[in-house]
């Protein structure tokens, strides 16, 4: 005569935790199986008409209820030690992949492609890619970089990323950069503006009327541009859009510019003789 199986003892905490893991979308089916089972089995079914109402074995409803009773509701996410699909390629094939990729490259070529380290490697270009996107390598990309020569660039650099993240109280801070050689371009002839059935229209063909040069300045806090465009690029232009700029913020409040190292920037002031 068979055993009779005691029911799995259940908290109505768990019992509800259970049943939200189970209906949920998120949850794995092998999880919300084993919710299942251990319900049933709290509601006093035993072990074979678990396995025919789950249509699973009865070894594995007897394994649940087993592991359930002595680990609780953590062990129903947990996957087994030696369970699962087996890695097809080893640590050492993997960082032997991955030294090539940074450390080599192709004959005649400047970069790997996956198929090209496939052949090279042995292995399969899907390979190469799942591998390349879980190390985060991509061959294919180039970041340009230029090391400032600068002996006092850290203090700059301090100087000017303290602006934008602390900036001074009481003090205003203006961006001032330049675009020379801007071409000066107009249509032949006026466009006609758009109507109804119609779009609007240009001339194909365009007369130069030389260059021109932009100052501008940004002003930090209320995104302000201050601009001014010039014939030619000079230091005197330079002066004349600083002296703009007093116009433009005549306060007596402290003011603070940030620029590049053009050469209009650093013109030496003339002593007189």
């Known amino acids: ?32 199986l084993r919710c299942r089972m251990v319900l049933a089995a709290a509601a006093g079914q035993s072990d074979n008409s678990v396995a025919q109402e789950c249509k699973i074995n009865r070894k ?25 699909r087996k890695a097809t390629y080893g640590p050492e094939k993997i ?3 991955i ?8 004959q005649g070529r400047t970069q790997w492609s996956c198929r090209s380290l496939a052949q090279r490697m042995g292995i399969s270009k899907s390979t190469v890619n799942n591998i390349w996107r879980s190390h985060n390598l991509q061959p294919h990309g180039v970041k340009t970089f230029k090391l400032s020569r600068d002996a006092h660039f850290l203090e700059k650099l301090t100087d000017v990323v303290g602006l934008y993240l602390n900036p001074p109280e009481k003090a205003i801070v203006l961006c001032v950069d330049e675009k020379s050689q801007i071409q000066a371009l107009d249509r032949t002839q006026p466009g006609l503006p758009m109507k109804q059935g119609r779009c609007g229209t240009m001339t194909h063909d365009y007369q130069r009327n030389g260059t021109t040069t932009l100052l501008a300045a940004l002003e930090l806090a209320q995104g302000q541009v201050v601009g001014e465009c010039y014939q030619r690029h000079r230091h005197q232009e330079f002066l004349k859009f600083l002296r703009r ?6 306060s007596q409040v402290p003011l603070h510019l940030l620029m590049d190292n053009y050469g209009t920037h650093k013109k030496p002031r ?4």
Not at 99 to 106: F, G
Not at 245 to 250: A, C, N, S, V
Not at 270 to 273: A, H, I, K, L, W
Request: glycine share 6%; hydrophobic share 40%.
């Open 1 to 32: 005569m068979p055993t009779r199986v005691s029911a799995v003892a259940l908290s109505e905490s768990d019992k509800q935790q259970l049943r939200e893991w189970a209906s949920a979308h998120g949850t794995p089916q092998q999880v919300a």
């Open 60 to 84: 594995t409803v007897m394994l649940w209820r087993a592991r359930f009773a002595h680990q609780g509701l953590p062990s129903l996410w947990e996957i087994a030690p030696g369970r699962g």
């Open 95 to 97: 960082q032997s992949l």
């Open 99 to 106: 030294a090539t990729t940074l450390q080599c490259q192709p």
């Open 245 to 250: 700029l007093d116009e433009e913020f005549p």
């Open 270 to 273: 003339s002593v007189p003789g």
